[in-house]
Every structure is written in C-alpha cells, then in structure tokens.
C-alpha cells in the first residue's frame, strides 16, 4: 500500500509497480514486448548501437586493437546487468515502502580468453564468472535489504537472463556484393 509520508518519487514508483501489474492482470498492458536494438560496424571492432532514441558506441581497447571509442560488448552485457539491478531495487524497494537514499553496483566478469581465441574448446568464449557488490545506503534493517535481495534477484530481467538458458537464434542474412 502506498504511504503518503513517503517522497512523492518513492510513491511514484510504487504506483508504476502497482499500476503496471494491474494492467497485465487486466490483459491492458501491450504483452510480451519486443526489444529491438541494431549494431552496425563502422570499421575495425568499432560499432554504433542503436535503440530506441538512444545511439552508443562499442570498440575493443587499443591493447586489443580497437580504437577504444566505447565499452567492449562483454563491458556492456556488465552495464546491463548493473543497471538493471539498480532499477529493480529502486522499484521492489519503494513498492515495500523502503527507502534507497543511495545504490551502486560494482561487477566483475573473468574471462578466459582462450575460448573466444579458439585455443580450447573446453573453455567457453564468454565470461566463466560474474560477480559484483550492490552498496545501499538505507535505513532500512539488514533483514529487510536481504529479503529485498531476495526479491530483486528473483525479478531482475538481465540476471534472469543471464542465469537461464535463453534461446538465441541468429539468422545469416548474406547479400552479395
């Protein structure tokens, strides 16, 4: 239920939570959706990514002989990740009535390159592992942030994604020149 002695942010988020599963149970809200994002290369390893409204960048470091015009893809799977934990502790929390005055993520992926090389079958070519440090400044008691986690874990869509198999299927599409 939504406290009126909470900042107007906080209730408004709560409301979207609210809202937004009224309106799936009702059959109103568009469901599924489609995400659509295009890559173009623009030469070497640098690519423009576009979604949306948005453009970015993506490009191997000069170590890697990129011209380091932006994160390298494997950095970008990261930012998704980080921030979509970010957005769904921010929404799980203000739909609990749990203040966030404050949240970062930190991760970190290994990778062994000797599977995107092709040095050994065995390894594989992304990262082996993830793991990060979600910081809250709240005042909310360390059993309500972990019951939070909890939650925020089970519903987050980039670490569900990651922790699952997702079926990917990537059609060639080749014209000659």
Same mark, same amino acid.
């Given at each position: 239920m939504l ?14 939570? &609210?809202q ?10 568009? !469901? ?7 890559? &173009? !290369? ?11 409204n ?31 934990? &970010? ?27 000797r ?5 050994d079958e ?20 360390? &059993? ?13 869509p ?6 699952r ?5 990537? !059609? ?6």
């Open positions: 406290d009126p002695d909470k900042p107007a942010e906080t209730r408004a988020h709560a409301h979207l939570l &609210e937004t599963r009224a309106r799936l149970t009702d059959g109103s809200a568009a !469901n599924p959706l489609t995400v659509t994002v295009t890559s &173009e !290369n623009q030469g070497g390893f640098h690519s423009k990514i576009s979604m949306r948005h453009e970015l960048d993506s490009d191997q470091p000069y170590g890697f002989e990129g011209t380091d015009k932006g994160p390298k893809p494997s950095e970008l799977l990261l930012a998704a990740l980080a921030s979509c934990q &970010e957005v769904t502790w921010r929404l799980y929390a203000e739909a609990a009535g749990i203040t966030i005055e404050k949240i970062s993520i930190e991760l970190r992926g290994t990778q062994d390159l599977g995107f090389m092709g040095l065995a390894v594989p070519a992304g990262f082996l592992h993830v793991e990060g440090d979600v910081t809250i400044e709240s005042p909310a008691s360390d &059993e309500e942030l972990a019951k939070l986690q909890k939650t925020v874990d089970a519903h987050c980039v670490l569900d994604d990651l922790m198999s997702v079926p990917v299927t990537m !059609n060639l599409k080749a014209h000659g020149t």
